[in-house]
C-alpha cells in the first residue's frame, strides 16, 4: 500500500506563489509517474501537471510559463511551484502517482492524495 501526503495549500492574493508538495511512502520500488490534478464543484479533475520518471513534463495551457513541476527521486516526491496565480486556479489540488511496488512485479499502480485546498483571492 502506498500513501500520499500533500502539503502547501492555503489562501494567497491574485499574482502571488504557492509551493505543493506531495510525499509518497508505503511499498514503493519506483513512482514512474507523480503529478498533480484540480477539481472544483464546476468542472470535473483535470490535469495540471506531471513528471515522468525520466524527467519528461506535461503541462495543462492554463499554467503554462506559470506552473513548475519537479520531483526528488531519493525522497519519492513531487513539487508544483505555482507563480502568477490567478482566481481561476482556486480549487482543490490532488497528488497523483503510478508506483511500482517491487522490481519483480512490472505492474504500475494509482494513488491518489486526499486533496488541498488552493484558494487564490482577487
Known amino acids: 500500500q502506498v500513501q500520499l501526503v500533500e502539503s502547501g495549500g492555503g489562501l494567497v492574493q491574485a499574482g502571488g506563489s504557492l509551493r505543493l508538495s506531495c510525499a509518497a511512502s508505503?511499498?514503493?520500488?519506483?513512482?514512474?509517474?507523480m503529478g498533480w490534478y484540480r477539481q472544483t464543484p464546476e468542472k470535473e479533475r483535470e490535469l495540471v501537471a506531471r513528471i515522468i520518471s525520466g524527467g519528461r513534463t506535461n503541462f495543462a495551457d492554463s499554467v503554462k510559463g506559470r506552473f513548475t513541476i519537479s520531483r526528488d527521486n531519493a525522497k519519492n516526491t513531487v513539487y508544483l511551484q505555482m507563480n502568477s496565480l490567478k482566481p481561476e486556479d482556486t480549487a482543490v489540488y490532488y497528488c497523483?502517482?503510478?508506483?511500482?511496488?517491487?522490481?519483480?512485479?512490472?505492474?504500475?499502480?494509482?494513488?491518489w492524495g486526499q486533496g488541498t485546498q488552493v484558494t487564490v483571492s482577487s
Open positions: 508505503g511499498v514503493i520500488f519506483s513512482t514512474r509517474v
Open positions: 497523483y502517482a503510478e508506483v511500482q511496488p517491487t522490481e519483480v512485479l512490472a505492474t504500475a499502480f494509482q494513488y
